[in-house]
């Protein structure tokens, strides 16, 4: 996948991505990183990109000139998309989608109170936006995307990293993990069933324990995925010790609660 940003501040950009897994992708070949100033196409002597908006609006706006001539300046953009508080929530499903589909984007990253809404509608530019809340600029929102768009290429994780128990994958959260020691000092423990290197009963820890942390944590994700076996997560969060369900962060009477509730 190629990956072009177009930010104001390219160095925010690149030094979020000199790091880990999609640094090393970037340094393999598994995807390119082409950053595009804007303010390298400003025609005036003092390099200028923004004015102010008409209307008497508040701040400055991102003018479409030096804009304009930054994108014609990338020969294959791809998927242009300009980050945005106004645009489509972006996840996991659209993530895997585009990933499996776009041989290239191009992210455009406002600063200011925005950009030219002229420039947007000439490239039929599409608003994805990372969250309700607004950030200083688009350079950090379009790390998200490209951390998480290049991690979903092929051979980018390792085996080691497999993203098949990520959260949303199966459509449910991930399962609560451990690693040594069995019992630690604070007399916390590993449930035993990760211990015993019994392949299906762990593959059934991780499925039932998903089940109910997306239960407690995003109940809304599980009435857009397909039948979810609840009451089977219940009976078996309910058969678990109390030192496992305390590791777990569990407690029994919310299982006992939400299995009354789910029983019928
Ligand atoms: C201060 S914000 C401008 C917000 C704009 N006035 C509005 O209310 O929609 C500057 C830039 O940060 C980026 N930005 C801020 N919050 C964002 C979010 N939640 N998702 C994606 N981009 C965001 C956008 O590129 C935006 O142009």
């Given at each position: 996948m190629k990956v072009h940003v177009i930010p104001l501040f390219p160095d925010l950009v690149r030094q979020g991505l000199s790091e880990g897994v999609v640094s090393r992708a970037f340094n393999e070949g598994k995807a390119n990183l082409d950053l595009v100033n804007p303010r390298d196409f400003a025609e005036d002597k003092h390099q200028t990109v923004d004015d102010k908006p008409f209307g008497g609006a508040d701040g400055m706006l991102m003018m479409s000139g030096p804009l304009e001539k930054a994108l014609s300046s990338i020969e294959e953009p791809g998927e242009i998309v300009y980050l945005s508080p106004r645009g489509d929530r972006w996840d996991h499903e659209t993530c895997v989608k585009w990933a499996a589909s776009k041989p290239a984007v191009t992210l455009i990253c406002g600063r200011y109170?925005?950009?030219?809404q002229r420039f947007l509608e000439r490239h039929k530019v599409r608003e994805v936006s990372i969250g309700d809340y607004v950030l200083s600029g688009g350079e950090l929102p379009a790390l998200v995307l490209v951390d998480s768009l290049v991690r979903q290429l092929?051979?980018?994780?390792g085996n080691e990293q497999s993203?098949?128990?990520?959260?949303?994958?199966?459509?449910l959260l991930e399962a609560p993990q451990f690693t040594r020691p069995r019992e630690d000092v604070w007399g916390w423990v590993v449930p035993e069933v990760l211990t015993n290197g019994n392949h299906q009963k762990i593959e059934e820890f991780k499925l039932h324990m998903s089940v109910l942390y997306t239960l407690r944590n995003r109940p809304d994700l599980l009435s857009e995925s397909k039948p979810i076996p609840v009451v089977k997560a219940l009976k078996y969060g309910l058969g678990l010790s109390d030192v496992e369900l305390k590791s777990c962060g569990l407690r029994r009477t919310w299982l006992k609660d939400k299995y009354e509730q789910y029983k019928d």
């Open positions: 109170a925005g950009v030219d092929p051979g980018v994780l993203a098949i128990h990520d959260s949303f994958s199966g459509g």
